[in-house]
């Protein structure tokens, strides 16, 4: 099996933050996506985190139609199996590849973020997909999701950021233990303070509970697109991480989660791996790759789409512009990879994670 389940994904976040290496977290928005991202995984011999989000619970692909799509997040409900759809698509892909003799080697986290509360996480953890959908009977009924959080937009109090995140933490706790990311700030917001990460640290020791990895707020932002480099104060990093390692009486350092990476640079990505960074969340940057490739593709055979052309049939396959696109994403997804320093990893931390 290379899907792994929450207690496998706590050893390879502990792998990582050990040996020092990062792990690109991928919002993966299609079907073809998540495949990409498995197949530059295995070409590097590399693990590898696929998301799941709110947008793909909406999105066009994994249970949403053109209604829901244009009326986006915000409209997202979460009765009458509207969100199980999403979720129960999105995991049955996931499973299904990364299960498969193809990818048996690669390490796969699925992972669930960018939700507004405890609700989208929540269902994650307790399979409510289960009821209306099959995608849990070939996993024995267990939990699919490998690790979970939800995203801090919005939230000016702590107190209810600490609340959610001690939910999520309790019920990932009696599901076996699906590892939690917790996020203390909304990114692109308020920066994270060193006692804000003491008062999350405190809440879960005071509650008998723990979180897997640490997204403190660092200065990234969402959506940034820019080479120059996004204005990240990296050197704040190690406090956060001490504080949390040292609170939650861990033996090894607290892996940090990196949101809002589509901005740095080069540099940027390999001082954040060593200063603790071992999960790299890639959307922005990422959905532009993919969408040029495509571009590039259509203008390529634009005259052989054309009705009556000799060709058009062969030029207007949908594999035939997935093949393209294939050759340019995954060459781009397996350079960021081997910039975190993911290359190579994927046998040891396979092997730790099984054991």
Same mark, same amino acid.
């Given at each position: 099996?290379?899907?792994?389940?929450?207690?496998?994904?706590?050893?390879?976040?502990?792998?990582?933050?050990?040996?020092?290496?990062?792990?690109?977290?991928?919002?993966?928005?299609?079907?073809?996506?998540?495949?990409?991202? +498995?197949?530059?995984?295995?070409?590097?011999?590399?693990?590898?985190?696929?998301?799941?989000?709110?947008?793909?619970?909406?999105?066009?692909?994994?249970?949403?139609? +053109?209604?829901?799509?244009?009326?986006?997040?915000?409209?997202?409900?979460?009765?009458?199996?509207?969100?199980?759809?999403?979720?129960?698509?999105?995991?049955?892909?996931?499973?299904?590849?990364?299960?498969?003799?193809?990818?048996?080697?690669?390490?796969?986290?699925?992972?669930?973020?960018?939700?507004?509360?405890?609700?989208?996480?929540?269902?994650?953890?307790?399979?409510?997909?289960?009821?209306?959908?099959?995608?849990?009977?070939?996993?024995?009924?267990?939990?699919?999701?490998?690790? %979970?959080?939800?995203?801090?937009?919005?939230?000016?109090?702590?107190?209810?950021?600490?609340?959610?995140?001690?939910?999520?933490?309790?019920?990932?706790?009696?599901?076996?233990?699906?590892? %939690?990311?917790?996020?203390?700030?909304?990114?692109?917001?308020?920066?994270?303070?060193?006692?804000?990460?003491?008062?999350?640290?405190?809440?879960?020791?005071?509650?008998?509970?723990?979180?897997?990895?640490?997204?403190?707020?660092?200065?990234? %932002?969402?959506?940034?697109?820019?080479?120059?480099?996004?204005?990240?104060?990296?050197?704040?990093?190690?406090?956060?991480?001490?504080?949390?390692?040292?609170?939650?009486?861990?033996?090894?350092?607290?892996?940090?989660?990196?949101?809002?990476?589509?901005?740095?640079?080069?540099?940027? +990505?390999?001082?954040?791996?060593?200063?603790?960074?071992?999960?790299?969340?890639?959307?922005?940057?990422?959905?532009?790759?993919?969408?040029?490739?495509?571009?590039?593709?259509?203008?390529?055979?634009?005259?052989?789409?054309?009705?009556?052309?000799?060709?058009?049939?062969?030029?207007?396959?949908?594999?035939?512009?997935?093949?393209?696109?294939?050759?340019?994403?995954?060459?781009?997804?397996?350079?960021?990879?081997?910039? +975190?320093?993911?290359?190579?990893?994927?046998?040891?931390?396979?092997?730790?994670?099984?054991?």
């Amino acid at each position: 099996m290379a899907l792994l389940t929450g207690p496998q994904t706590k050893k390879l976040f502990r792998h990582a933050a050990e040996n020092r290496y990062g792990m690109v977290a991928l919002n993966a928005d299609s079907q073809e996506m998540i495949r990409m991202a +498995l197949m530059a995984a295995k070409g590097l011999g590399a693990p590898i985190i696929i998301e799941y989000s709110i947008w793909q619970a909406r999105s066009f692909p994994f249970g949403g139609g +053109l209604d829901e799509f244009k009326a986006g997040m915000k409209a997202l409900k979460f009765e009458n199996g509207e969100l199980n759809e999403g979720m129960a698509r999105f995991f049955n892909d996931v499973y299904f590849l990364a299960e498969s003799p193809q990818f048996k080697d690669v390490p796969v986290v699925l992972h669930v973020d960018h939700f507004p509360d405890e609700r989208g996480p929540i269902a994650a953890i307790k399979g409510e997909p289960r009821k209306d959908y099959k995608v849990y009977d070939w996993a024995g009924g267990k939990p699919v999701v490998s690790s %979970v959080s939800f995203d801090a937009k919005g939230y000016t109090n702590l107190s209810d950021i600490i609340r959610i995140t001690l939910e999520i933490a309790k019920e990932a706790a009696y599901a076996g233990g699906v590892a %939690v990311e917790a996020e203390p700030t909304e990114i692109g917001s308020k920066l994270t303070t060193l006692d804000e990460t003491t008062q999350i640290a405190e809440a879960l020791v005071k509650e008998h509970l723990t979180v897997d990895s640490y997204a403190p707020n660092l200065g990234s %932002v969402h959506g940034q697109t820019t080479t120059a480099g996004s204005p990240v104060q990296l050197d704040k990093a190690y406090k956060h991480r001490e504080i949390m390692t040292n609170a939650l009486g861990l033996s090894y350092p607290m892996g940090l989660a990196f949101h809002g990476t589509s901005g740095f640079n080069d540099s940027q +990505l390999k001082e954040a791996v060593q200063v603790g960074g071992i999960k790299f969340n890639t959307c922005t940057t990422a959905l532009g790759e993919f969408a040029r490739a495509a571009a590039d593709y259509y203008w390529e055979v634009r005259h052989e789409i054309v009705e009556g052309h000799k060709d058009m049939k062969q030029a207007a396959t949908y594999g035939a512009s997935q093949t393209h696109i294939t050759q340019k994403f995954v060459p781009w997804l397996q350079q960021r990879i081997d910039i +975190l320093g993911g290359k190579g990893k994927a046998p040891a931390a396979l092997e730790y994670c099984l054991k």
